[in-house]
């Protein structure tokens, strides 16, 4: 029996990769959402409440998970707050960002750290947007780019503080998908990604890299 969690797993993304996780009985796996609901329900699921913008919400969250171990986290959940064609940082919108995407992100990984087994795997969703080396690069969602480079750095730091726990750590770039987030026309659907993190989960891959469709790419 595998068990982790999903961050997020109410709609999008996440649901689709609990959707995918859980028709396997070997996959235990609880979610999160904001209210605690979730459309899914499987033996082997639940949802708790999560608010990454507050430690409370985080502690709480940790503390309903009682005591188990844990093979793997998916860091699914974040939010793009700007509009499409915005380009102006607007601080109040850059430190919700952060504060979800980031601070919230990052606090609940380590408060899970005690809980983690030998080769367990973090996955941080984060996106081309957050990449360095992207081709198409523009001046729009500024606070979203900076919160998803930011998670980047992290995986790098975690896979490299883990080594000797044999813990993977991964970032995972969905590439543009249709969600509530990503909008009706994106190229790809969110079961499309859920095959993406479940083969990542499911081969042994070397840690502090960032994926693309079953490839590494450039930071
Ligand atoms: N869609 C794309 O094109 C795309 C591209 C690149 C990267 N990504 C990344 O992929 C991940 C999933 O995106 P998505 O498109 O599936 O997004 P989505 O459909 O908007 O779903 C976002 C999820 O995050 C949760 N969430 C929102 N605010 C939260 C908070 N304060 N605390 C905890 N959870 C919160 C939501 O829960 P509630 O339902 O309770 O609000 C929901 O489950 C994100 O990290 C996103 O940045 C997406």
Not at 169 to 197: C, E, F, H, N, Y
């Amino acid at each position: 029996m595998k068990y982790g969690i999903v961050t997020g797993s109410s709609r999008g993304i996440g649901l689709a990769t609990v959707e995918l996780l859980t028709k396997d009985l070997e996959f235990n796996v609880i979610g999160s959402s904001t209210s605690g609901n979730n459309p899914l329900d499987n033996s082997n699921f639940k949802c708790l409440e999560l608010d990454l913008s507050s430690s409370d919400s985080i502690d709480k969250f940790v503390e309903n998970l009682g005591d188990i171990k844990l093979d793997f986290l998916i860091n699914n959940a974040g939010v793009l707050l700007e509009k499409w064609d915005a380009s102006e940082i607007n601080m109040e919108q850059l430190k919700k960002t952060f504060n979800i995407n980031v601070f919230g992100t990052i606090e609940l990984t380590e408060k899970l750290l005690p809980l983690f087994t030998p080769n367990a795997h973090v996955i941080n969703i984060t996106s081309d947007w957050g990449s360095f080396s992207e081709q198409n690069f523009d001046a729009f969602q500024p606070h979203y780019k900076m919160s998803k480079a930011a998670l980047n750095m992290y995986t790098k730091l975690l896979a490299k503080r883990l080594e000797d726990r044999n813990i993977i750590v991964s970032s995972l770039d969905p590439g543009w998908t249709q969600t509530d987030m990503g909008g009706k026309i994106a190229p790809r659907l969110p079961k499309d990604v859920a095959i993406d993190i479940l083969n990542l989960l499911n081969n042994d891959v070397e840690s502090g890299r960032f994926w693309h469709q079953g490839k590494v790419r450039e930071w």
